[in-house]
């Protein structure tokens, strides 16, 4: 019987991923919802291969199959992952638009491949309570958090988690280099073709920090016992250290083909998209080193907003993402994103146990305070 299953944010990196794995392994899976924010020329396109019966806009679109329930809005999509017909959902957009609908899908009972960020960034606590409660997985679908979930076997018998960064552009740069850095530059990601704003924080390895803080929701460990290593060849995907001092690694070429599969089809392993077998002797070696935290300080700030919990991931998380978008539209350099985000941090207070209002009122605040601070700088 064909698994059920809903992608919201479709049309996105990680979502036209997903469609290729599923469109591999049809025979498995029924594409019964997909979701697109402005590209409905493609939405359209994967409507008239994978017919799902409901599909959500941000807007209002012209849907060319008209058998199918369209949705619109926020509400849609919330709509859309209550719906129980589903067996996963694979929540693939980015921003916080993605929290609401993952957390309407996990009161429904509905397991989750999550790709979000935001999502457990912004209210990792929520998140995990109600997936208890309602005996809902959350299956990672980020390559880093996929790997640690494959090697753990009994997560009581683990002592450390390590996550693995490529280093991005500027792995061997000088802050200098750093300071200077144009869009262009920092776009272009040595290992992994993903969207603007995680390259953006590949580069600075915000993308390292959120998902350190994603690590402490997912697995529940302690910050302290949460390590960053650097290896830039992206084949080591993470690891964990059990007590016993062994060291369990999962490798693998770079591809989010892999973890997305994994996450859909999990517990099981099928054959799907796979470009060639895995050769160690064509890799011939790895490389490891420390992450320069002088030069990459949002790894620190991750951290240190981690540790203080409640709204402070939510600051950091916000207003790094408006820094970023200046960035982006050449506003502000590159090393201006970490000092934008320390500042609003320190400034801001902190609301240590807050409800999911609270943490879009906030987010919505940091937003304001960040684009005015950009503004006076600009």
Same mark, same amino acid.
């Given at each position: 019987?064909?698994?059920?299953?809903?992608?919201?944010?479709?049309?996105?990196?990680?979502?036209?991923?997903?469609?290729?794995?599923?469109?591999?392994?049809?025979?498995?899976?029924?594409?019964?919802?997909?979701?697109?924010?402005?590209?409905?020329?493609?939405?359209?396109?994967?409507?008239?291969?994978?017919?799902?019966?409901?599909?959500? =806009?941000?807007?209002?679109?012209?849907?060319?199959?008209?058998?199918?329930?369209?949705?619109?809005?926020?509400?849609?999509?919330?709509?859309?992952?209550?719906?129980?017909?589903?067996?996963?959902? =694979? @929540?693939? @957009?980015?921003?916080?638009?993605?929290?609401?609908?993952?957390?309407?899908?996990?009161?429904?009972?509905?397991?989750?491949?999550?790709?979000?960020?935001?999502?457990?960034?912004?209210?990792?606590?929520?998140?995990?309570?109600?997936?208890?409660?309602?005996?809902?997985?959350?299956?990672?679908?980020?390559?880093?958090?996929?790997?640690?979930?494959?090697?753990?076997?009994?997560?009581?018998? @683990?002592?450390?988690?390590?996550?693995?960064?490529?280093?991005?552009?500027?792995?061997?740069?000088?802050?200098?280099?750093?300071?200077?850095?144009?869009?262009?530059?920092?776009?272009?990601?040595?290992?992994?073709?993903?969207?603007?704003?995680?390259?953006?924080?590949?580069?600075?390895?915000?993308?390292?920090?959120?998902?350190?803080?994603?690590?402490?929701?997912?697995?529940?460990?302690?910050?302290?016992?949460?390590?960053?290593? @650097?290896?830039?060849?992206?084949?080591?995907?993470?690891?964990?250290?059990?007590?016993?001092?062994?060291?369990?690694?999962?490798?693998?070429?770079?591809?989010?083909?892999?973890?997305?599969?994994?996450?859909?089809?999990?517990?099981?392993?099928?054959?799907?998209?796979?470009?060639?077998?895995?050769?160690?002797?064509?890799?011939?070696?790895?490389?490891?080193?420390?992450?320069?935290?002088?030069?990459?300080?949002?790894?620190?700030?991750?951290?240190?907003?981690?540790?203080?919990?409640?709204?402070?991931?939510?600051?950091?998380?916000?207003?790094?993402?408006?820094?970023?978008?200046?960035? =982006?539209?050449?506003?502000?350099?590159?090393?201006?994103?970490?000092?934008?985000?320390?500042?609003?941090?320190?400034?801001?207070?902190?609301?240590?146990?807050?409800?999911?209002?609270?943490?879009?009122?906030?987010?919505?605040?940091?937003?304001?305070?960040?684009?005015?601070?950009?503004?006076?700088?600009?």
């Amino acid at each position: 019987m064909k698994k059920k299953i809903t992608i919201i944010g479709s049309t996105g990196s990680i979502g036209t991923q997903a469609l290729e794995v599923i469109e591999k392994i049809s025979d498995e899976f029924e594409i019964i919802g997909l979701s697109a924010g402005s590209n409905v020329d493609l939405l359209n396109q994967q409507v008239e291969k994978f017919h799902p019966k409901t599909v959500c =806009l941000s807007k209002k679109g012209e849907i060319s199959d008209k058998s199918v329930k369209v949705l619109y809005g926020n509400e849609g999509l919330e709509e859309l992952c209550s719906n129980k017909e589903n067996d996963i959902i =694979l @929540v693939a @957009v980015s921003g916080k638009i993605g929290l609401k609908p993952t957390i309407s899908a996990i009161k429904n009972g509905i397991n989750i491949a999550l790709a979000n960020k935001e999502t457990l960034v912004m209210a990792g606590d929520i998140v995990m309570d109600l997936a208890k409660k309602h005996n809902v997985k959350i299956l990672p679908v980020d390559s880093e958090h996929s790997a640690i979930h494959q090697c753990i076997k009994d997560i009581s018998q @683990v002592a450390k988690l390590i996550i693995t960064a490529s280093g991005g552009p500027f792995l061997h740069k000088t802050i200098e280099d750093m300071k200077n850095a144009t869009v262009e530059q920092t776009l272009k990601h040595p290992r992994w073709n993903m969207g603007r704003k995680i390259t953006v924080d590949s580069a600075t390895l915000m993308n390292k920090g959120l998902e350190i803080i994603e690590a402490h929701h997912l697995f529940g460990f302690d910050y302290d016992n949460i390590d960053v290593v @650097v290896h830039p060849q992206s084949i080591v995907h993470s690891a964990v250290e059990y007590k016993d001092g062994s060291v369990v690694a999962q490798l693998g070429l770079p591809s989010m083909h892999i973890p997305i599969q994994y996450a859909i089809t999990y517990p099981n392993r099928i054959e799907g998209i796979k470009s060639k077998s895995f050769s160690f002797s064509e890799i011939a070696h790895l490389d490891f080193e420390k992450p320069d935290f002088e030069k990459f300080k949002t790894v620190p700030l991750a951290y240190n907003a981690g540790k203080e919990g409640g709204t402070a991931t939510t600051i950091i998380n916000a207003a790094n993402e408006e820094a970023v978008f200046a960035f =982006l539209e050449n506003k502000i350099k590159l090393f201006d994103i970490y000092a934008i985000t320390e500042k609003i941090y320190s400034e801001n207070n902190v609301i240590k146990k807050p409800s999911i209002d609270e943490i879009f009122e906030t987010d919505n605040e940091i937003r304001i305070k960040t684009k005015e601070l950009i503004e006076k700088l600009h």
